[in-house]
């Protein structure tokens, strides 16, 4: 008997359902070696697959373990949904019956996702086996794909229909169900802050009228973890480092299909910064160097943003200095007594390791090389924890993922890190709607329809699409496109277009269009410079009785009878932007200076000196009462002959409420047309707080104002007529304002009183429009 024969190895498969497979022993352990294998059954997938998925090679000996091994491999090709092997003589027998061919995939029932969403994320595929296990996990996968918009009682349930041949077509048939509401969030613990302002904070909101359009009354665990993580980060940035979410909890109730969210927490006392100090065990790294870097202060509010951002202030500054494995560790010193927290930055020499590769995971949309670029080091480079937690908030900063995980990994050797970032990608396109009305010679009602995408074919790129149009035949058109990555380098560059034409004015048609060009580059995490070219066009067309006497300025006269008129800029821009939030700012500053020289060709020749200055401060967190004071200032200085009246500075409603556009400044004093400026200031002072009554997350918040400002100066060539308004005197006005940050575009209702302002002065008190807080 030869070996083969003395060994007889056996072995039997019956799948269930589910694809489970229970294998026999061999009968003997010792290994044994085949001539040949047989395949019988295969008859669609054919012999070649089979012997391609096992373990076992004619001519080389095996044991039981690989009989086993090669039975699970031919489970997992889905193909088969029964496998027999044994071992007769010197030939291993492979019986196998095939699963049924799936013709064509469908899907019945659903409106609420496109069937091409649901062919995207089954794995269930036209042409291909139909496999028990991988049907399951499709439904499954349909059903958390409703979860997420909000239908958590979706049923799923599938149906074949035979076709001949062994196919079958599968349909998967979807009952929708109604849409799981939240009915209430509650807090418990919160002494503090009350519920509304929690509210405010997390992004699971209650239900409402707008929420088939926001969708963030949508339950789900993931989301549910990330409003916790959001309550401690405004725990932690207010002062109080003892906070703890003791519990949260989804509640639904069936019968009404809506959702009782419910959150325990521990506030924990208000702890203030105590001392604070900055040590060094790094030789040639000075501490008291580093001292200005630090931003926390002694006395004040716990902040852990701020230790944040201190860490990364060394760091960055050590790393440059020569010292790539330097580590800063914050070392706290609680003083219960007082509430105080001191802080003692350690800078140490810490471990030498390197970075082996950089693993990006998740990103089903967005290319590896947009998550890639956002960290400061690449495969090779020293290990600097400072810089991945840096590349980790710019990655949730761009608003392309909905959640963002960076951890490490031991590599290849003990100097060696592997990082690894897990993202979800999340929908970034938007639709939006603009509407606006003034009143006065100027006015009218607009609206304007825009489309957007900020990563545009996952590419990281933004573009927008606008179109508006208004009262008297109003028109405008926008196109904007951005590269964040311009060339590889941190250099945002891109384009703008654009065209408005309008006819409110009785005697003449008034269009624009123009180009830029611009490059933005980061100077710090908080500054940068932006580089533009400007190409503009101006077209005056009279009509009607324009030309009658006394009907327009000279000026404008003079612009109707040289139209079309040319404008060749370039100018410079730097923007400081530290608020810690860009759509209701509670604290920071947003800062922008331009300087800008027009005289490359075209018709206008000038030097232009205009900024503008914004502080946010936090002035009651219980109250969520916010204040702000905004500064901005302008001058132009004709560099040839004159100034055209388009090319000086023209400001009202929107800089002093209470007035209208170009409603105050130089004009003419016999018809009243505006002239425009050399010179402006404005400076306004704003308290914004939650509208009593209405819940926080509806984003409807009341302000109250204060406006004061002045244009003069004037250097258009205006005929014989006089010009009134060249002088300084001052305007003023007060005012409430409601701003709603609506799914559509943040809208602002404005009504200010003038309290200070000169004779010639235009009123507008009501102004409706797109909010425009810079």
Known sequence: MNAVSAVALSASVVASGAGVATLASATAAEAAVVKRINVQGATRAGADTVRANIDIVPGKSFTSADVDSSVRRLYATGFFSDV????????LNVTVAENGLINEVVFNGNRKIKDEKLQGIVQTRSMGPMNEATIQSDIQTIKDAYAAIG???????????????????????INEGERTKINAINFEGNNAYSDGRLQSVINTKESNFLSWLTRRDVYGEDKLRAD?????QFYFNHGYADFKVVSSEAVLDPATNQYTINFVVDEGPRYTFGNINVESTVEGVNAEDLQGLVETRSGANYSAKDVQKTMDAISKRVASAGYPFARVTPRGNRDFQNNTIGVDYLVDQGERAYVERIEIRGNTRSRDYVIRREFDLSEGD????????????????????????VSTQQGSAPDRVVIVVDVADQPTGSFGVGAGYTTGDDGGFTVEASVEEKNFLGRGQFIRIAAGGGADNARSYSLSFTEPYFLGYRLAAGFDIFKNNTSRNTYYDYSEQGVTLRVTAPITEELATTFRYNYKEFDYGGRGDWNNDGNLAPAYQDLIDGSPWTQSSISQTLTYNSLDEQNIPHEGIYAQFTHEYAGLGGDSDYYKLYGKFRYYQTLSDEMDLIGSITLAAGHVIATGDSLNVFDQFRIGGREIRGFESAGIGPRDSRTGDSLGGTTYFTASAEASFPLPGIPQDLGLRGVLFADAGTLYGNEVANGANAVVGTDSAMRASVGASIVWASPFGPLRVDYGVPVVKEEFDKEQRFRFGISNQF
């Not at 027999?84 to 030939?91: A, N, R």
């Not at 239908?151 to 048939?173: C, E, H, I, M, W």
């Not at 020293?382 to 995980?405: D, T």
């Open 151 to 173: 239908r958590s009682d979706v049923t799923v349930t599938t149906q074949t229909y035979p076709v001949g041949d062994g196919r079958v077509n599968l349909a998967f048939v």
């Open 228 to 232: 916790e993580d959001a309550l401690r």
């Open 382 to 405: 020293a290990f600097n924890q400072e810089m991945i937690s840096r590349a980790k908030r710019r990655l949730e900063a761009l608003g392309y993922f909905s959640s963002v995980n």
């Open 84 to 91: 027999k092997i044994s071992v007769s003589g010197g030939t």
